[in-house]
């Protein structure tokens, strides 16, 4: 190989390649923690919110808004999902705070074609290495395809088991505020049956009885409230 293919190669080697380095930028923003950021070892980053990560962040310094586009590409280096419950993703080479071992990290070769290969070179050997890299990029491609169907499947039921929450709020505030309104008729509909002389109430005469049965109507209600709100809160 001749000076300048050498110093080629050295500077390649050396340098880390541009998708590393920019997802490695937007990680260490402490600007973007709410969105992606390191996880509490520093040994892997996650992506906390992936649609807003799409939208607003992505487009910052790739050419593209797509979140699947860039989960491919993490695979294609190496990177795998460590987490079912959110996108978090970890490479031995990528590190907080460690951001020379980015020049270690490869991209995986992409598939040759057999016939090609047996033309160039009939080592059996590497022809069988080049095989498993397709099957085993193959299989990471497969990967992260599966991954995102079973993250969307876990958003739908989430969605699913939130409308059913919401519904049943709903109807204990209903059922609350029906108590409320009747409790308010009953009240009315004694006030009108206090008896009344000249036109004035008799409350004198029933004063007693009167505030008791209002007491014993205020705690049944007060209890019936607890018990709605009480199995609102489970």
Avoid at 155 to 162: A, I, R
Wanted: charged share 30%; proline share 4%.
């Amino acid at each position: 190989m001749c000076e300048k293919g050498l110093l080629m190669e050295y500077v390649r080697k050396s340098s880390p390649p541009p998708f590393l380095l920019k997802t490695y930028v937007l990680v260490e923003d402490p600007a973007t923690d709410e969105v992606i950021s390191w996880n509490t070892e520093g040994t892997a980053f996650v992506v906390w919110q992936p649609a807003e990560f799409a939208r607003d962040i992505l487009p910052t310094l790739f050419k593209h808004s797509n979140f699947s586009s860039f989960v491919r590409q993490l695979n294609t280096y190496g990177f795998r999902k460590i987490a079912t419950n959110r996108w978090e993703f970890y490479n031995d080479l990528f590190r907080k705070g460690e951001k020379e071992l980015l020049c270690n990290i490869r991209r995986r070769k992409p598939w040759v074609n057999k016939q090609i290969l047996q033309e160039v070179t009939p080592n059996q050997d590497h022809v069988d290495y080049c095989e498993e890299d397709q099957r085993s990029s193959s299989t990471s491609s497969s990967s992260g395809y599966g991954t995102l169907i079973d993250e969307n499947k876990r958003l739908k039921k989430e969605n699913v088991d939130l409308n059913s929450e919401l519904k049943s709020m709903k109807k204990k505030c209903k059922e609350l505020l029906d108590l409320v309104a009747k409790y308010a008729n009953s009240e009315k509909e004694d006030d009108e049956r206090v008896p009344k002389l000249f036109g004035v109430r008799l409350l004198e005469v029933q004063g007693d009885k009167r505030r008791e049965m209002m007491k014993r109507k205020s705690a049944e209600i007060s209890e019936s409230a607890s018990i709605l709100l009480s199995q609102s809160c489970k």
